[in-house]
């Protein structure tokens, strides 16, 4: 049974930094592309950032709207991705979840072409 599994959402304030991880398991983890996507109350789940498998040189892709503060990368050896997030904003505030993408390819935009998903964890940013 694959399992992807997120950790570490909590409330934090406003400018600070936080650090989200995605554990897989039941899949050989390299043979994905791993993207995360976030969805507000009221808003439609958005792809933020994804990660190639090193097969496509782990490359990163970011949304417009969190690029230059959070940082993606894996760790091919324990099967996790991790979700760096810095200068948090308000906006940012929403259920996170990790995604697997078969193939190693990114196509952060297009959620239909991820084939597991995480439960998500909540990220809370206060002004």
């Known amino acids: 049974e694959v399992q992807l599994v997120e950790s570490g959402g909590t409330l934090v304030q406003a400018g600070g930094s936080l650090r989200v991880s995605c554990v897989a398991s039941?899949?050989?983890?390299?043979?994905?592309?791993i993207g995360w996507f976030r969805q507000a109350p009221g808003k439609e789940r958005e792809g933020i950032s994804c990660i190639s498998n090193s097969e496509g040189d782990m490359i990163t892709y970011y949304k417009d709207s969190v690029k230059g503060r959070f940082t993606l990368s894996r760790d091919n050896a324990k099967n996790t991705v991790y979700l760096q997030m810095n200068n948090l904003k308000p906006e940012d505030t929403a259920v996170y979840y990790c995604?697997?993408?078969?193939?190693?390819?990114?196509?952060?935009?297009?959620?239909?072409?991820?084939?597991?998903w995480g439960q998500g964890t909540q990220v809370t940013v206060s002004s």
């Open positions: 995604a697997a993408a078969p193939f190693g390819l990114c196509f952060m935009a297009q959620p239909g072409t991820y084939s597991y």
């Open positions: 039941g899949l050989t983890f390299d043979d994905y592309a």
